[in-house]
């Protein structure tokens, strides 16, 4: 089962982008979901993390400018990215885990390019 990512795109430094990701999977609302992103040349980078109850954690690049949320009853997740920067640009990810243990494969992921 995978995550099937969407809303990337071209934006403008300052600018915002919402990034979706959804999936086809039974159970949703117990799982802790993530996002990831990986830049050309580096490893992939937990950003956020949304558990199933509630309580959010941000890596310290984004935090401030990104809220990530969920819609249980849609199965997705949501990344709202404000204040974009040049270095944000990186396919951006999300996973499911339960426990620590993933419960969803790699999808494609969305580019997002941060550029004037």
């Known amino acids: 089962v995978q995550f099937v990512e969407s809303g990337g795109g071209l934006v403008q430094p300052g600018g915002s982008l919402r990034l979706s990701c959804s999936a086809s999977v039974t159970v949703f609302s117990i799982y802790t979901v993530g996002w990831y992103r990986q830049a050309p040349g580096t490893q992939r980078e937990l950003i956020a993390t949304?558990?199933?109850?509630?309580?959010?954690n941000y890596g310290d690049s984004v935090k401030g400018r990104f809220t990530i949320s969920r819609d249980n009853a849609k199965k997705t997740v949501y990344l709202q990215m404000n204040s974009l920067k040049p270095e944000d640009t990186a396919v951006y990810y999300c996973k499911a885990t339960l426990r620590g243990a993933s419960v969803t494969d790699w999808g494609q992921g969305t580019q997002v390019t941060v550029s004037s």
């Open positions: 949304l558990s199933s109850s509630g309580t959010t």
